[in-house]
Nanobody, 128 residues
Framework: QVQLVESGGGLVQTGGSLRLSCAAS????????MAWFRQAPGKERAFVSA????????YYSDSVKGRFTISRDNAKNTLYLQMDSLKPEDTAVYYC?????????????????????WGKGTLVTVSS
């Protein structure tokens, strides 16, 4: 099995920045594309961003495009989400996820039901 552990969440001001990390352990060789999702209070879990195995291709939801940057360091088995120009609407629990299929394209990662591994989440609160 694969374990994913998010970190870096916290309270930030509107317009501020925060960097989330997701450390993977276990059978990390089974991890291919990875993604970030978020769930705000009373809302469904929503797709944020995805990245392919090599880190050469990325995909973002319209709500975060231009403000967030996804990256990964496979040598450290770590996924990152750099969040800039944060807005109160970004407040949510952020989850790290991954798939074990090498054929899963990042453009089809928006369905949370397709993820094979999940972290337990880290809370991001953006104050106004």
């Amino acid at each position: 099995q694969v374990q994913l552990v998010e970190s870096g969440g916290g309270l930030v001001q509107t317009g501020g920045s925060l960097r989330l990390s997701c450390a993977a352990s276990g059978r990390t060789f089974t991890i291919y594309a990875m993604a970030w999702f978020r769930q705000a209070p009373g809302k469904e879990r929503a797709f944020v961003s995805a990245i392919n195995w090599s880190g050469t291709r990325t995909y973002y939801s319209d709500s975060v495009k231009g403000r967030f940057t996804i990256s990964r360091d496979n040598a450290k088995n770590t996924l990152y989400l750099q969040m800039d120009s944060l807005k109160p609407e970004d407040t949510a629990v952020y989850y790290c996820a991954s798939v074990r299929s090498p054929s899963k394209s990042i453009e089809t990662m928006s369905d949370s039901g397709d993820m094979d591994y999940w972290g337990k989440g880290t809370l991001v609160t953006v104050s106004s």
